[in-house]
């Protein structure tokens, strides 16, 4: 695949409407508010964010004191499907870029695997998401590298994202979501849904051998799997817009990173995903391999989602739709 400028969005698609925000960005500021330089402010403070995953980190370090390897099994496990089925497909593909369609029970059920990888409700994910495609890089970008390696990694999320108005900035960055009474719903679940989680892996790892493994799998299984997904999300972040090579030439520092690619399932290929934000296939070279792209090929199968964007532009959708006529 030679490198290539990616084609504009198409109109009445939902990056043209991405596109055409990122163009008044630069033309009115209030579009992008808050800022970098206005959520640095002491009153913007999340405590609410600190503390989670203060917490999290916290109790994440007991780790090498409490290993057992059936908590190691399950880690594994629910890490993939926090990490891919949750964060990569549901969150990302499914919910702020609409890259393929299903069926409403679908959507929820990876939906609700996203809101227990602990990044947040999936409204404030896409807002946020939504956000970072429109000024990726530029003045309003939520997590960009240019205002700091460790800011893009971490930092960025001690501040609120909106302005002290939650309400208007969800309206003004995720308004599909915001109208799904199902997604407001899980708004207020997403803490409740955690701390139901851990009571049953304590409960699963007592009645299986004790409070040995009980313990074990609230350490492992929850919050070791939790914050390992959460530093791989945020590399996308960080390291995918610092480090890598270019497919495509875009407005902003996106790369391809292959270390990234493997810890994030699929995402670290950063610049192939700027370059065409609906695709839901992210590797566009052979050696590129996406494991949620797989993920998603075998739901087309069996018939859980269709229309799926794995294409660049219409005419590469008619070439392979003619190829595939023909055979």
Known sequence: MSIATPAPPRSGSFETAQHDQGTEVKKRKKDVAPTTEDRKRFANISYWAIGWL?????????????????????????????????????????????????????????????????EGTPLDWVADHRKHHACSDQEGDPHSPRDGAWWSHLTWLAFHTHNGDRTAYLKRWAPDLYKEKGMRVLDVLFLPAHIAVTGILFAVGYWWQGMDLAISMVVWA??????????????????SHMWGYRNYETTDDSRNNWLVAIVAYGEGWHNNHHAYPRMAKHGHRWWEFDITWQAIRLLRVLGLVWDVVDYRTAAEKKSAEEAKGAT
């Open 54 to 118: 203060t917490m999290a980190h916290l109790i994440a370090l007991t780790a090498p004191w409490t290993f057992t390897w059936e908590a190691l099994a399950v880690t594994l496990v629910l890490h993939w499907m926090a990490g891919s089925l949750g964060i990569c497909l549901g969150y990302h593909r499914l919910l702020t870029h609409t890259g393929m369609k299903t069926y409403s029970w679908v959507r929820y059920f990876f939906t609700t695997i996203g809101l227990l990888a602990g």
């Open 222 to 239: 929850m919050f070791l799997r939790l914050v390992t997904v959460l530093h791989a999300t945020w590399l996308v972040n960080s390291l």
